[in-house]
């Protein structure tokens, strides 16, 4: 009993031994919105004693003691709250050029930067290197240069070139596409439009974005291995996704949904928002379009739709608006450039969202359980809208259907008491995890450097298309099915043959039996 109690006193004494692992992140895109999800998750791993070091456009004011930075700040501008509140065909076959524009860029961009140069060239030992997925490839090649087990992340829904590289399957009958409506589903039109701009979008990016990657990199090293083979190699993919907005997805093991954990706990409001809120005797309607999409560039006619549906209801609203204009009295309608959206969701009083539902907002809609009107306008916001309407978040409404009497419809339907219950109800589900979802993205890092010789991912990632389509079994049943074919034909032919030979023969003997007939006679 003694020698237990003294054991006991011992561990506690004893601080338990955490290995600290040296971890790189390389986020070479400019989006203000995607570092925003990241340094929450970059931030724990320097919290739980890991080196980070990150390669990145947003270096931190007042980082922790062991998160490093090295910045590529100032060489291109961030983007936030600079594209127009606009959508249609010809806007989505100007995101394929972007992509592709901004792939190349971001690749020559950091390959330049005589830090990053310093690295490779040093080459210090890293763990585990975290990369985000999305418009390059190019940051694989830095990895493979340092020679670290990689883990691919990202902030939003699967591009379509991540499909083959991970072993998905992306059917267009049940799988959303990034940049279009229709969700699980799509109508035949929309999968016709899925089909066509999947082609579309992998032939941009593995001709010319992922080319001229490789072209950049073999500038610098000479030893890189194609782009596309090291994508194949990367360890575990944590997606921002979670199955009960999302819905279930045929994912490999390797493929982790980590979606959520950059929400933070709520910070009281103060001031003037404060006392609006406070007054708001029938709650609070919030809306945003983001930190990307500018709302204040709203075509005058929807401006107007949306004012006119803010008059008729009884609510109060919130709207993020980034210039100085007078929208309606200052009673009924608070705007500002800047709100701490997180504040306000998580406020009781804050009774429904509208949206241009980019996955940030939406997985803090669902954390708080405030349902939605979404009004997707860009990227994949179309794809997360129809989660939110299908998971029963909220309803969708498309820019061009945007009248006040539409919007009025789409307000009275997710501020129904019952339509909020579920949300609420919903928004319970997502946060029944058997591990937070912060927890599970480190895990899963720190797993990856505990085992960098093992390979995670699907088989189905390195069967050739041909294979995972079963061209080659149909080819054997087409090929056995045309032969069956050819030989009953032959075997037909030679019958028939055989009966008109026997036939004419049997003619021939009997004229000639007539003919000696007459004869006789």
Not at 56 to 85: C, K, M, V, W
Not at 175 to 204: A, S
């Amino acid at each position: 009993m003694y020698s237990n109690t003294i054991r006991i006193a011992i561990l506690l004494i004893i601080p338990f031994n955490v290995i600290s692992l040296n971890i790189l992140s390389i986020l070479p895109y400019h989006g203000k919105s995607h570092f925003f999800v990241f340094k929450v998750y970059l931030q724990e791993l320097a919290r739980r004693g890991h080196n980070v070091t990150v390669i990145s456009h947003f270096p931190q004011t007042d980082p922790p003691r062991n998160y490093h930075d090295i910045s590529l700040a100032g060489t291109i501008e961030a983007i936030e709250d600079n594209l127009p509140f606009h959508r249609s065909f010809l806007s989505i076959l100007e995101v394929g050029l972007y992509l592709t524009n901004s792939g190349k860029v971001n690749c020559e961009i950091m390959l330049a930067n005589k830090d990053v140069q310093k690295l490779v060239k040093d080459r210090p030992r890293f763990d585990v290197i975290v990369v985000e997925q999305f418009n390059s490839d190019c940051a694989l090649g830095i990895a493979y240069k340092l020679q670290a087990p990689v883990v691919g992340i990202m902030s939003h829904i699967l591009m379509p070139w991540h499909y083959n590289r991970f072993g998905i399957p992306s059917n267009p009958s049940f799988v959303p596409f990034h940049f279009l409506e229709g969700g699980t589903k799509p109508t035949l039109m929309q999968k016709v439009e899925r089909t066509v701009l999947d082609v579309y979008f992998k032939t941009m990016f593995y001709v010319f974005s992922q080319r001229s990657n490789e072209q950049t990199l073999a500038k610098y090293f000479d030893d890189v291995p194609p782009l596309e083979n090291l994508a194949r190699e990367i360890k575990f993919l944590l997606i921002y996704h979670n199955f009960i907005l999302t819905g279930s997805r045929l994912f490999p093991a390797n493929v982790i949904e980590v979606g959520g954990y950059h929400v933070k706990e709520t910070k009281p409001l103060t001031g003037e928002l404060l006392k609006f809120m406070e007054e708001a005797e029938h709650g609070v309607v919030y809306i945003s379009f983001g930190s990307v999409v500018k709302s204040s560039t709203m075509p005058e006619d929807k401006v107007k739709a949306v004012l006119e549906a803010i008059a008729e209801l009884p609510q109060r609203f919130i709207w993020k608006w980034e210039n100085q204009n007078m929208l309606l009295e200052k009673n009924k309608l608070y705007t500002s450039n800047w709100l701490p959206q997180v504040d306000i969701l998580g406020n009781p009083k804050t009774l429904a969202f509208l949206s241009h539902a980019g996955m940030g907002s939406t997985t803090e809609a669902i954390h708080f359980g405030v349902p939605m009107v979404a009004m997707p306008v860009i990227g994949d916001q179309p794809a997360n809208a129809a989660a939110i309407e299908e998971s029963g978040l909220g309803v969708q409404l498309q820019i061009s259907d945007l009248t006040k009497d539409n919007l009025v419809a789409a307000f009275k339907k997710v501020l129904d008491p019952t339509f909020r219950k579920n949300a609420k109800l919903l928004s319970k589900a997502w946060h029944d995890r058997p591990m937070a979802p912060l927890d599970t993205a480190i895990y899963w890092t720190e797993y990856a450097a505990r085992y960098p010789n093992m390979t995670f991912r699907s088989a189905a990632a390195d069967v050739p298309s041909y294979q995972y389509y079963n061209l080659d079994v149909i080819g054997v049943f087409a090929i056995a099915l045309l032969s069956t074919i050819y030989i009953f034909k032959g075997i037909v032919y030679t019958i028939c043959c055989k009966n008109r030979k026997t036939t004419s023969n049997n003619e021939h003997s009997s004229k000639n039996k007539n003919k000696r007939r007459s004869k006789r006679e």
